[in-house]
């Protein structure tokens, strides 16, 4: 249970309870393969968790130079970087902080390899490949989606003159959010198409979309796999998870600030699903609220909208044992990942703040946001209009 009594709304809280149950169910991956875990920054950043996080991952992976200073910063362990297009004026300082770097395309490789590899030869360097094998409904999240940006493909590195060989490691993604079975058949179609390459390399980076906390994820039969390939190939398997790290970990609570009627029971909540989880509108989905259930279940069914102007900002429809009060608070279940890393101030809302449950049971509040926040976004802090 959360101390509701002691956590501001809107308010993001990680319980670190259930996050080291996710880690040590993680690192026993690492343990019996060999493999390497990481955690995937995009999905999840952050850093007042890090400390726990780094007793058991073996490091991070980021897309973005303020997240390889983020990982730099505040995590520690390996780095290892990816990103669909480095910028020249950036490159040397990933590659400052940097273990593992991937490029996207073979004219970012021909462009940057040996500039890498002779100024930076502590830094490992890998290539994203295509596998053109889609294990994702939704095109959104579909990496290997037709016109896909992301990596190689087979036919490309055949055009190529490139020697491939002189590579470190191949990196591919496939999944999102999904079971072992997903990655089994995408191996099946990298090992058809990429095996004489792969057994060059040092390493083979799967990517994320991993649901290895998900309580029927198949953790026997994914260590059985990367045996397999590790034996198979002589590589360091490696895995970027995000969401499968933090799942079911985090928490939105919220509060009713109004309620309404306009042919069925409406409230409004000082959050926002445009603004403060995205995913439901991207996905789409609809987050669980404790003590809910789906409409019409429980006696009173209500439409759960944001506090912002955008028409479909609507979180879904949930019910009740009891009626809504205004100032009640609600908690929204599995609101780590993606949520405070997609996070905006789209109508000037307040973020929610930030904050912990410690293994005590404990509330620590980590962050909280001000008018300085959303102002510092847009322009110079100090610019003030003079009125007459």
């Given at each position: 249970m959360l101390p509701l009594a002691d956590i501001p709304s809107p308010c993001y809280v990680i319980d670190e309870r259930r996050l080291k149950a996710n880690l040590e169910r993680i690192n026993r991956i690492q343990t019996e393969t060999g493999a390497k875990v990481i955690l995937a920054l995009k999905a999840f950043s952050t850093f007042s968790t890090f400390p726990l996080i780094s007793q058991y991952l073996s490091g991070t992976t980021a897309s973005s130079l303020n997240e390889v200073r983020l990982a730099h910063d505040t995590f520690g362990k390996e780095i290892h970087v990816y990103s669909p297009g480095y910028k020249p004026n950036e490159i040397d300082e990933i590659c400052g902080?940097?273990?593992?770097?991937?490029?996207?395309?073979?004219?970012?490789?021909?462009?940057?390899?040996?500039?890498?590899?002779?100024?930076?030869?502590?830094?490992?360097?890998?290539?994203?490949?295509?596998?053109?094998?889609?294990e994702v409904n939704y095109p959104i999240y579909d990496p290997c989606c037709t016109f896909s940006r992301f990596g190689v493909t087979k036919t490309e590195m055949d055009k190529s003159n490139f020697d491939f060989t002189k590579l470190d490691g191949v990196h591919f993604h496939t999944?999102?959010?999904?079971?072992?079975?997903?990655?089994?058949?995408?191996?099946?179609?990298?090992?058809?198409?990429?095996?004489?390459?792969?057994?060059?390399?040092?390493?083979?980076?799967?990517?994320?979309?991993?649901?290895?906390?998900?309580?029927?994820?198949?953790?026997?039969?994914?260590?059985?796999?990367?045996?397999?390939?590790?034996?198979?190939?002589?590589?360091?398997?490696?895995?970027?998870?995000?969401?499968?790290?933090?799942?079911?970990?985090?928490?939105?609570?919220?509060?009713?600030?109004?309620?309404?009627?306009?042919d069925m029971n409406l409230a409004v909540i000082d959050s926002s699903a445009s603004a403060h989880m995205p995913d439901v509108i991207e996905m789409p989905y609809r987050p669980e609220i404790e003590g809910s259930a789906q409409p019409n279940e429980k006696e009173y069914t209500y439409r759960l909208g944001g506090v912002t102007c955008l028409s479909g900002d609507v979180i879904g429809n949930y019910s009740f044992d009891k009626p809504l009060q205004i100032g009640q608070k609600l908690v929204f279940k599995d609101m780590a990942h993606y949520t405070m890393v997609k996070n905006t101030f789209f109508n000037g809302i307040t973020l929610p703040s930030i904050g912990r449950v410690d293994q005590d049971g404990v509330f620590h509040l980590d962050r909280s946001f001000t008018y300085e926040d959303f102002k510092s976004r847009l322009g110079n802090v100090n610019f003030k209009l003079d009125l007459v």
């Open positions: 902080y940097a273990h593992h770097i991937v490029f996207n395309s073979l004219p970012q490789l021909e462009k940057y390899f040996y500039y890498v590899r002779d100024r930076y030869p502590h830094v490992e360097i890998g290539l994203r490949i295509n596998p053109e094998h889609s999944l999102c959010g999904k079971h072992v079975d997903s990655l089994e058949r995408t191996i099946e179609v990298v090992r058809e198409k990429f095996s004489d390459l792969i057994h060059h390399m040092k390493w083979v980076n799967c990517g994320g979309g991993h649901g290895l906390t998900y309580p029927n994820y198949d953790i026997d039969r994914l260590c059985r796999l990367i045996k397999s390939v590790r034996q198979e190939f002589d590589v360091q398997f490696i895995m970027e998870p995000g969401e499968g790290i933090v799942f079911g970990t985090g928490y939105l609570v919220a509060s009713v600030v109004d309620l309404l009627y306009n």
